[in-house]
């Protein structure tokens, strides 16, 4: 169990150091590069220098001054090519390493990527995916069957036209009755058929008749007044 902890702390140490490792580096190059541009600006203030000491004693009778100015000069600028030179190299290794490092973590995100990814797919394939498809509109035609059976299908007993034609002449009559004991005229009556043919009358009994329809209408209309 000790070393099963201890190989797992080393595992995981080591691989904290590996993530560091980048991060130590540009530090490290970051500060050698401060140090050499300050260095770059000493050189440079020293062959300033130089320079005007050379041109200070150049009329002077004593060149050995000016002379040794300019060697020193010389010297200087030999060493500061040197410098800007390695801090031009010291500059592109930071930028190849930070290069380096965002190109790892790109990549260290894409594999994250195409592993979530495959986690959501998982064991799913055209198939599985026509297949549902398929159970989806099978599922819609149903319904759509459904809601046409639903709203088609008569509920209850269905009813006989001919009582509601004979529902609605009998209506209309009563209309044109009231309306006739509105206006004090005859209504006409409609007489109904015999089994075996039409009731035939004298035409004494039906005047008969048309008086007391007339009588009778007169006293309805009285009494509604």
Do not use: C
Request: charged letters at 30%; aromatic letters at 2%; a negative charge.
């Amino acid at each position: 169990m000790s070393s099963l902890l201890s190989m797992s702390w080393f595992t995981g140490n080591s691989a904290q150091k590996r993530k560091a490792a980048p991060k130590d580096a540009i530090v490290a190059l970051r500060a050698h590069l401060e140090m050499l541009q300050k260095r770059e600006q000493h050189l440079q203030n020293q062959i300033d220098e130089q320079q005007n000491i050379a041109r200070k004693n150049i009329s002077n009778t004593n060149k050995n001054i000016s002379r040794a100015a300019i060697k020193r000069k010389k010297q200087h600028e030999h060493s500061l090519e040197q410098t800007t030179a390695q801090i031009a190299t010291l500059e592109q290794q930071i930028y190849s390493i930070e290069a380096a490092n965002i190109n790892q973590e790109t990549l260290k995100a894409m594999q994250k990527a195409g592993k979530a990814m495959s986690e959501i797919h998982g064991g799913l394939t055209i198939d599985k995916v026509d297949e549902t498809m398929d159970q989806l509109r099978e599922q819609h035609v149903l319904g759509e069957d459904i809601a046409n059976a639903i709203t088609s299908a008569p509920i209850g007993e269905p009813v006989d036209t001919a009582e509601l034609d004979v529902e609605l002449e009998r209506m209309e009559q009563e209309a044109i009755d009231n309306k006739m004991l509105e206006t004090g005229s005859v209504p006409v009556t409609k007489l109904p058929a015999a089994a075996n043919g039409e009731i035939k009358t004298t035409p004494a009994a039906t005047r008969e008749e048309e008086d007391e329809e007339v009588e009778l209408a007169k006293l309805q209309a009285e009494m509604a007044m």
